[in-house]
């Protein structure tokens, strides 16, 4: 299976600043199926990126998503308050499909 | 507007069998191309997918769980129910269900995710 290991494991910054949230995988990613999504204590994943480079429905532009291969990167700038959470990768072109362990952003 | 909502007991115990049950609106499952799927979350840790069925009653499983998973349907109440045998203390973690197309792949919309423990 392809594990998927995210980097780093908790990023501290600041309102304003820069995320970059790296996503490696151990084999290509098929046809670059891999998201994004964006978790909240007690609330549902939330999608934000697909296709690896594509925003979802009503995502904001400070959310951008870089990468093929084995390497995916999400870059959020400006961080605003409300993105501070957990931040996984999933990939869906291999079965079966698998998730990194996770970034907290804080 | 997609929602899920997961439902089951919050406590098993070792050896049981866990029956977690998807409800959901806004989508019918039987329209070509959708599907539902089940992942979990034990404590810290990663998410795991566990299975898949879809508008045809395909069912894709986890190979590491194939053997412990079933999933079954209920179109006239919009459910899709998740069994789980032989549970134990490593199966504890928050359990979501989540919608997906077949053309898209990936998990679009997700429930809240239900906490099952497994103790004795």
């Known amino acids: 299976e392809i594990v998927l290991t995210q980097s780093p494991g908790t990023l501290s910054l600041s309102p304003g600043e820069r995320a970059t949230l790296s996503c490696r995988a151990s084999?290509?990613?098929?046809?670059?199926?891999l998201v994004w999504y964006q978790q909240k204590p007690g609330q549902a994943p939330r999608l934000l990126i697909y296709?690896?480079?594509s925003r979802a429905t009503g995502i904001p532009d400070r959310f951008s998503g870089t990468g093929s291969g084995t390497d995916f990167t999400l870059i959020i700038n400006r961080l605003e308050p409300e993105d501070f959470a957990l931040y996984f990768c999933?990939?869906?072109?291999?079965?079966?499909?698998?998730f990194g362990q996770g970034t907290k952003v804080e | 507007q997609i929602t899920l909502k997961e439902s089951g007991p919050t406590l098993v115990k070792p050896t049981q069998t866990l029956t977690l049950t998807c409800t959901f609106s806004g989508f019918s499952l039987p329209t070509s191309g959708v599907g539902v799927g089940w992942i979990r979350q034990p404590p810290g840790k990663a998410l795991e997918w566990l299975a898949l069925?879809?508008?045809?009653?395909?069912?894709v499983y986890s190979p590491a769980l194939k053997s412990r998973v079933t999933l079954t349907r209920d179109t006239s109440k919009n459910q899709v129910v998740l069994t789980m045998t032989n549970m134990d203390p490593v199966d504890t973690g928050t359990y979501f269900c989540?919608?997906?197309?077949?053309?898209?792949?990936?998990?679009?919309?997700w429930g809240q995710g239900t906490l099952v423990t497994v103790s004795s």
């Open positions: 084999q290509n990613v098929t046809k670059n199926y």
């Open positions: 989540a919608h997906t197309v077949i053309w898209k792949g990936y998990f679009d919309y």
């Open positions: 296709g690896a480079s």
């Open positions: 069925i879809y508008w045809d009653d395909d069912k």
């Open positions: 999933h990939q869906h072109g291999a079965s079966p499909r698998t």
